[in-house]
């Protein structure tokens, strides 16, 4: 992985925030993921709900080309249904509206900065297409790809990981709840469930 900068190529060990595809894992390894977004679905309310990637069979779906809904579009077949590439998110949204297409597949919280609804399109979250992020290193650097994998782990076990999540990344997607999150409020909700016992007692 080179890039330049000033006109003088220089060497990257490391991409953050790659979303592997099978092209990329010919040149790239990478490492467990740090990150997720799900993907997000506009459409006239009018139509249908599309909640699952099953819901796209039959229909014309828009997506942005170039991007990782794209790619992944492609790679599930469009999921029975007709993929229309587009270079430019608002284009996808108005012809959505205007009914040329089902729906515009893209990328959640990325839809918020780009996009103007300013037509009511409804907006769904699609269940099971879900884009976790990795670091990628050069094919092979295992050695590297260890570390970084260390690091990760570390940061997750001794709570750093959770403050940054939340800092950055939790205003774009909620974190899933886990046991740890629950503890410090075990002794409320053991006194709620006996209280809802006692009352069906």
């Given at each position: 992985?080179?890039?330049?900068?000033?006109?003088?190529?220089?060497?990257?060990?490391?991409?953050?925030?790659?979303?592997?595809?099978?092209?990329?894992?010919?040149?790239?390894?990478?490492?467990?993921?740090?990150?997720?977004?799900?993907?997000?679905?506009?459409?006239?309310?009018?139509?249908?709900?599309?909640?699952?990637?099953?819901?796209?069979?039959?229909?014309?779906?828009?997506?942005?080309?170039?991007?990782?809904?794209?790619?992944?579009?492609?790679?599930?077949?469009?999921?029975?249904?007709?993929?229309?590439?587009?270079?430019?998110?608002?284009?996808?949204?108005?012809?959505?509206?205007?009914?040329?297409?089902?729906?515009?597949?893209?990328?959640?919280?990325?839809?918020?900065?780009?996009?103007?609804?300013?037509?009511?399109?409804?907006?769904?979250?699609?269940?099971?297409?879900?884009?976790?992020?990795?670091?990628?290193?050069?094919?092979?650097?295992?050695?590297?790809?260890?570390?970084?994998?260390?690091?990760?782990?570390?940061?997750?076990?001794?709570?750093?990981?959770?403050?940054?999540?939340?800092?950055?990344?939790?205003?774009?997607?909620?974190?899933?709840?886990?046991?740890?999150?629950?503890?410090?409020?075990?002794?409320k909700i053991g006194f709620?469930?006996?209280?809802?016992?006692?009352?069906?007692?």
């Amino acid at each position: 992985m080179r890039q330049r900068s000033g006109g003088r190529p220089f060497k990257l060990d490391a991409l953050a925030n790659v979303v592997p595809t099978d092209a990329r894992r010919e040149t790239m390894d990478f490492s467990i993921s740090h990150a997720f977004v799900r993907g997000v679905v506009y459409m006239r309310r009018d139509q249908p709900r599309i909640r699952r990637s099953a819901d796209f069979a039959g229909k014309t779906i828009a997506v942005l080309e170039g991007t990782i809904s794209a790619t992944y579009a492609r790679k599930n077949h469009a999921w029975g249904g007709t993929l229309r590439p587009y270079t430019n998110q608002q284009e996808a949204i108005d012809a959505t509206m205007r009914g040329e297409i089902d729906a515009t597949l893209l990328v959640y919280a990325m839809d918020r900065k780009y996009i103007v609804n300013d037509h009511g399109l409804r907006r769904d979250f699609i269940d099971d297409i879900v884009y976790k992020f990795h670091f990628a290193v050069h094919k092979g650097d295992s050695s590297r790809l260890a570390q970084i994998n260390e690091a990760l782990a570390t940061v997750r076990d001794d709570g750093t990981f959770d403050h940054l999540y939340t800092k950055w990344i939790g205003s774009i997607e909620p974190r899933p709840i886990r046991l740890a999150d629950l503890r410090p409020h075990a002794a409320k909700i053991g006194f709620g469930a006996l209280i809802v016992v006692a009352i069906f007692w």
